[in-house]
C-alpha cells in the first residue's frame, strides 16, 4: 500500500507536466495552422506564444508540487524505514524468546523423565533353566523386564545406571534346588564393591533368600546383582529370581 501511494505521488506530476508541454507545442484547430504556415520566417502565432506564456506558471506550479511531494516521500520512506527496522528488532526478540522457552521447556521435560527412574526384572524370559555353579562370582543377567522407566537398566548387560545423583532403593530375591554340596545366593553390588549377599543353604526342597539396600549414587555410578561362587540357581516363567530399584529422591 505505501509503495502504491509513493508510484502515484511520483507519476501523476508527471503526466500533468507532459499534458501541459504538448499543449503548448500543438495548434488547436486548422486556423492556427494557416496562420503560421503565412506568418514569416522567425515569427510565431500570438495564440501559440500566448499558450507558451499560460504554461510557463503552470510548469512551474507543477514542479513545485513534485518538489512538495518528493519531500512529503522521502519523509515517508525514512518513517517506513523505521518501523521496518523497529519491526525487525522486534522480531529478533520474539524469536529469541521462543528459543530460550524452547529450551526450558526441553530442560523441564528431560529433568522430568530424569527423575522418574524405576525398574524390576526377572531372570528368564522363557523356558527354565538351573545357573551354575561357577567357582567364581559371576555376573546376573536379569533379562526378562517388568518395567523399566527412565531405562536406566540395561538387560542386556546387567547393569543398571544411575542417571542422576540420588538415593536409590533395591532389592532382589534369590531361589535355588535345595542341595547338600550348593547353596543358592547372589550379592548386591555397586561399582564392584560388594554391598550385601543373600544366601541360603538346605539339602532338600527350594531354598529362597532376599536382601536390599538404599544407596547413595553419583551420575554414572552402577548396581548389579553377582552370583555367589560355588552357588546354583533356578528359575522358570514364574520368575523366582528378581532384580528391582528406584529412584527415591535426587539430591
Excluded at 517506513?80 to 521447556?105: G, H, M, P
Excluded at 542386556?156 to 542417571?163: D, K, N, R, S, Y
Amino acid at each position: 500500500m505505501h509503495r502504491q501511494r509513493i508510484e502515484m505521488a511520483l507519476i501523476l506530476p508527471l503526466v500533468l507536466l507532459s499534458i501541459c508541454c504538448v499543449s503548448a507545442a500543438e495548434p488547436q484547430d486548422e486556423a492556427e495552422k494557416v496562420i503560421i504556415s503565412t506568418q514569416p520566417a522567425g515569427n510565431k502565432p500570438q495564440s501559440v506564444l500566448n499558450q507558451q506564456q499560460n504554461c510557463i506558471p503552470d510548469i512551474n506550479s507543477v514542479l513545485r508540487d513534485i518538489s512538495v511531494q518528493l519531500a512529503e516521500v522521502k519523509v515517508e520512506m525514512k518513517h517506513l524505514q523505521r518501523q521496518n527496522e523497529a519491526q525487525a528488532a522486534e522480531l529478533v526478540t520474539i524469536k529469541t524468546k521462543a528459543s530460550i522457552s524452547e529450551k526450558q521447556v526441553e530442560a523441564l521435560r528431560k529433568d522430568r523423565e530424569v527423575r522418574q527412574v524405576a525398574f524390576s526384572a526377572a531372570l528368564l524370559v522363557s523356558g527354565s533353566e538351573t545357573i551354575g555353579p561357577f567357582n567364581t562370582h559371576t555376573n546376573l543377567i536379569f533379562k526378562n523386564v517388568f518395567v523399566n522407566i527412565g531405562n536406566a537398566y540395561n538387560p542386556q548387560t546387567g547393569l543398571f545406571t544411575a542417571p542422576v545423583r540420588g538415593a536409590y532403593h533395591f532389592e532382589f530375591y534369590i531361589y535355588g534346588p535345595g542341595e547338600t554340596s550348593h547353596g543358592s545366593g547372589a550379592a548386591l553390588m555397586k561399582n564392584g564393591q560388594q554391598i550385601c549377599i543373600a544366601y541360603e543353604h538346605q539339602t532338600s526342597h527350594g531354598v529362597k533368600s532376599a536382601n536390599g539396600a538404599t544407596l547413595l549414587l553419583e551420575v554414572g555410578d552402577v548396581v548389579f546383582l553377582r552370583q555367589w561362587v560355588n552357588s546354583k540357581i533356578s528359575d522358570s516363567t514364574n520368575n523366582h529370581n528378581t532384580f528391582s530399584g528406584h529412584l527415591l529422591f535426587t539430591m
